[in-house]
């Protein structure tokens, strides 16, 4: 039987893992000798171990279908996405360069606001900024870091650039997804983990952990650190759970907390009430104090901004942080690089137009059938125009949804992701992937050794949402060898 | 530790213990009437006395026979008391505190449930039944041992010992209380089969092999009865379940009501009396000692479980 992947052709698409004519790239040559080796049969065997795997280990996801919670299992691909660690050096440090920029940002905008002043950074835009807490104005909290816990998605195009895609400042999820597919795929291809340095991902949880009890307003030697959950319904309730188990944190609902008379925060334990110091919150800002927002909200904690405020409590990330997460900010990101730290930008944006200004919403209007408009405000794929894939319906309704609201659209080139070979039944096919890795800033950053690696599932598809068909593989962060 | 958690705990434990006496129940039952002709006049539809649903299995099934009875006692996942529905209760109490679980203990509540749901359903005819239960009660016993070996013995532990040792001594009444309705006054053709019907019984409570250990004498009811409430050594008797209830309050804060509530239940244990009662009498003991367990739960659950209005 001829090598697998002499007859794997990811087009003209960019393949992480082999160039078009199946060589492999720098740092995979042991992973395509071993798929190579596999005959078919063995190779959709290994898929199916690593299936059972997930679903003993219980990795799930909830999703709700016909008014019902459903524990859905993680879908996950074998094949590994591979990056030289010589590759990942430059975005490490691209991505630390990027979270600094926007926490110095955020913290400017709630109290100096010097960046509107110096004319960056539009006051029409702040002024139209949904994400934007006025409540927030005026708090500086230890470190002037807001965003704690970044996601940013990355994607690679044709022609081989790296570009960030989005950053996710304010419930970023997914960490726990890259951490359970590394010790899924040590049980898949245990010996590639022996004779090659793949970085080590582990070490995830108590970096967090380091950072909650660095922001945590106490000199006590051991503060009490919390995740603060929706519940058992939302759909990342499992990374939740696992975070807090790793980090030895309790997990908390808001009804196990109460603010008291002296505007600390104490959760209800079966001793009475303790003190809190540290939540890791992850309900959005509007749910998390029916007090001061949606007075409706059955998550959050009355009077928990009121103990923020007054720096009794640390919130990661802290309220408004979301203000940076808007696609409109992200535009104005490299501009943010130069001013705050007086450096280029080390990796690029996706080039973007903004449809509120009038010649770039002429661009995007004429040009639509090639582009991607996105929501200025939505995140998990959803509200988007995949302009090359619309109907004329579809586009009629863009069109006339970005001249009513011009301030709510970006628009962006059809990307052509890169793909990675991926099990399909008993053959290897490319499909498109991103990657999202996580950056923690305290007093000092932290970055995972690549990511989560999300992969469309279904042939052609761009969505890696795992809520619409997407699926995650592990990622290496492979040493170079000299 | 957290309230919330705390209660989670607690019903894995009841959870836990339900399925396995359940599955245990149907088994045994499934097996005496193998023994037994039909003239001593024990039928399926008896488990539904010993459970108190005869009404909920009346507005779903039409005819009390052996299939119905073991579908809607082992697979249903409409009757909230079914071995199914309890594996799936346990397994969402364990996975909302997976945060403190040990990953072991989750991932073989996990892999019970999920055999459960695929064999359960279809164990309808006996050989497969008996296998399939069988195996159920093995991995419910494993979850039990897992837990036990690997987690710590601070209050989570002691809340899933508190809902294990409530439940255990809530189903000792309730295999009790069938016999105190029929076997003591039973007419003279079943007569003969007196010593199957009180060593099913037993059995129905893994108590069978430990009773002629300890008790070394033929099986009569008044014996029964009294080892099975009154035994201080075996795991399931009514006082044994009551003390393991006492030390696991002991070990927690603020337990002094709950205590208090315990040793007064001990208490009327021990004035009951239970082997010199007729048949009514043993009812209305049984019946009280269930009421005061049930007032205990409640205790427990104002002393240590969030109020009502937070959940």
């Known amino acids: ?482 | 530790m957290l309230s919330r958690v705390a209660e989670r705990m607690y019903w894995a434990g009841r959870y836990i213990e339900r399925a396995e006496n359940t599955a245990r129940l149907v088994r045994v039952h499934g097996n005496m009437l193998l023994d037994l002709p039909a003239r001593a006049g024990r039928t399926w539809e008896q488990l539904l006395t010993i459970f108190a649903n005869e009404d909920e299995f009346a507005r779903r099934y039409e005819r009390a026979d052996e299939s119905a009875v073991v579908d809607f006692f082992i697979a249903d996942a409409a009757n909230q008391a079914s071995v199914l529905s309890s594996l799936a209760l346990l397994r969402e109490n364990i996975r909302t505190t997976r945060d403190i679980v040990p990953t072991e203990g989750w991932e073989s509540a996990n892999e019970l449930y999920l055999y459960a749901r695929r064999e359960l359903p279809r164990a309808g005819s006996e050989r497969t039944r008996h296998r399939t239960l069988s195996e159920v009660i093995t991995a419910c016993q494993q979850v039990t041992g897992l837990l036990a070996g690997t987690m710590s013995h601070g209050p989570g532990y002691q809340f899933l010992r508190l809902g294990r040792n409530l439940e255990r001594a809530d189903m000792t009444t309730r295999v009790l209380d069938v016999p105190a309705a029929s076997l003591l006054n039973l007419p003279d053709e079943v007569a003969p089969y007196r010593y199957t019907l009180w060593m099913n019984v037993l059995k129905s409570l893994s108590a069978y092999q430990m009773y002629c250990q300890y008790v070394r004498r033929r099986i009569v009811g008044e014996d029964v009865i009294d080892f099975l409430l009154l035994d201080p050594r075996f795991p399931r008797s009514f006082r044994h379940c009551l003390g393991e209830i006492a030390s696991s309050l002991e070990s927690l804060p603020r337990h002094e009501e709950a205590l208090a509530e315990s040793a007064a239940l001990l208490a009327e244990l021990e004035d009951a009396d239970g082997a010199n009662l007729d048949a009514a009498g043993l009812h209305e003991c049984l019946d009280r000692l269930q009421r005061q367990l049930g007032g205990l739960h409640r205790r427990i659950s104002d002393t240590w479980f969030l109020p009502v209005d937070q959940q």
């Open chain 1, 1 to 482: 039987m001829p090598p697998r992947l002499t007859r794997y052709d990811p087009r003209a698409f960019h393949d992480e893992l082999v160039t078009g004519d199946g060589v492999p790239r720098p740092g995979t040559e042991r992973l395509i000798d071993l798929l190579n080796t596999l005959t078919p049969a063995a190779l959709s065997e290994r898929q199916a171990a690593a299936d059972r795997a997930i679903a003993e280990m219980g990795i799930t996801f909830t999703v709700y279908s016909e008014g019902r919670n459903i524990d859905r299992a993680w879908p996950f691909d074998i094949v590994p996405r591979v990056i030289p660690a010589s590759e990942w050096a430059r975005i490490d440090e691209g991505l630390r360069q990027r979270l600094t920029a926007l926490n110095l940002f955020i913290d400017d905008l709630y109290n100096e606001q010097n960046v509107v002043r110096d004319g960056v950074f539009p006051a029409e835009v702040l002024g139209t900024s949904r994400n934007y807490l006025p409540e927030c104005a005026g708090v500086s909290p230890r470190f002037g870091v807001w965003a704690h816990i970044c996601g940013s998605d990355l994607v690679r195009d044709g022609d081989g650039t790296v570009y960030v895609l989005e950053d996710n400042l304010r419930v970023p999820s997914g960490v726990s997804y890259m951490l359970e597919n590394r010790s899924v795929t040590k049980r898949v291809f245990p010996d590639l983990f022996e004779d090659q340095t793949i970085l080590p991902v582990d070490d995830y949880p108590s970096e967090l952990f380091d950072l909650l009890t660095a922001i945590a307003p106490t000199d006590e030697r051991e503060p009490e650190v919390v995740v603060l959950t929706p519940g058992i319904y939302n759909s990342a309730y499992f990374e939740h759970s696992y975070l807090a188990q790793r980090m030895g944190a309790e997990l908390v609902e808001g009804g196990d907390l109460v603010v008291g008379d002296d505007d600390c925060v104490y959760m209800r334990t079966i001793e009475g009430l303790t003190r809190v110091h540290s939540i890791y919150r992850r309900i959005d800002d509007t749910f998390l104090d029916p007090q001061v927002f949606r007075p409706d909200s059955m998550l959050g904690v009355p009077g928990l901004m009121r103990a923020w405020r007054k720096g009794n409590v640390a919130l990661a990330n802290a309220p408004g942080s979301g203000v940076a997460d808007d696609k409109m900010v992200y535009t104005y990101v490299p501009d943010l690089i130069r001013y705050y730290l007086d450096q280029d930008p080390i990796i690029p944006n996706v080039p973007t137009w903004r449809c509120a200004e009038r010649d770039q919403r002429g661009h995007v209007l004429a040009n639509l059938a090639e582009l991607v408009v996105k929501p200025a405000n939505e995140s998990g794929g959803y509200g988007m125009l995949i302009g090359p894939r619309a109907s004329r319906a579809e586009l009629a309704r863009f069109r006339e949804l970005i001249q009513a609201d011009p301030r709510n659209y970006i628009a962006q080139p059809t990307l052509a992701l890169s793909t990675t070979p991926t099990v399909c039944g008993e053959t290897l096919a490319p499909r498109h992937v991103d990657l999202r890795p996580f950056i923690l800033q305290s007093d000092r950053l932290a970055v995972t050794a690549g990511g989560l690696t999300r992969v469309a599932l279904v042939e052609g598809s761009l969505v890696v949402n795992s809520s619409q068909g997407g699926g995650s593989k592990d990622t290496w962060v492979v040493e170079d060898r000299d």
